[in-house]
């Protein structure tokens, strides 16, 4: 808790939201990120939008099939000899969270389910893999599952801005800026004798990713990283 209040007063910026994070409650004696989260964080009426084809589902859309809320998580298209093309959907029941496979005929229709796109603040995640959001507009705190930002959990940092859908209160997804700024921590040396420089070399970035940089990088530099393929795009601007 002393760690906390210490790293509030660092930065007064904070301190208008203290009263969430320090005030009494119940809390975990094991987890580094102190919480205090309102069970209904985020409230919206959902649209069931039109029906679409099987052709037309994507993953990340949400979909409804005999009475089941489902988000797409993967979709395979197939075609088995003169029979009709079918698809092969991995969904996630979004009330019990379990995984199931289901077919569907490229010309079936489901109902899509339109969810809610929200933009939130990271504050901290705990030894748990919870992630601490904040409402920058209401100061509501929303806890979620690490592993709704995928591989991209890593790339979270202190007061970053991230966009998490929702359906009925419940996160589906979460994403963090497509360009996210990363110092890196090591660097493949210059290699002596070698007449010409290699174009790019190895280097790793204080989230742990491995990813090709410039000859000229070394590390301590910040490098901005592109995070849909953790690609580099460029060196940081000082």
Known sequence: MQAVAAKLTRRPHLL????????????????TCLTRTSPHPWSATQRRGARIQGADVRPGN??????????????DHSHEGRGKA???????????????????????????????????VYMCTDRDGKVLLMDPETLDQLEV????????????????????????????????PKHVTCTVKEAQPHMKGIAATPKDKIAVIENGFTIKVPAHIISGDSVVIDTEDDSYVRRAKV
């Open 62 to 75: 949400v979909i409804q099939k005999k009475d089941r809320i489902y988000q797409v998580i993967k979709v």
């Open 145 to 176: 599952n690490e592993d709704v930002f995928g591989k991209n959990a890593k790339y979270l940092q202190e007061e970053m801005k991230v966009r998490v859908e929702l359906f009925n209160g419940t996160p589906l997804s979460a994403s963090v």
């Open 86 to 120: 079918n698809i092969k959907l991995e969904l996630r029941d979004v009330d019990s969270g379990n995984k199931t496979s289901q077919r569907l005929g490229t010309g079936e229709t489901v109902d899509r389910v339109f969810v809610v796109s929200k933009s939130y």
């Open 16 to 31: 208008a939201r203290a009263w969430l994070t320090l005030s009494p409650s119940p809390l975990s004696t094991t987890n």
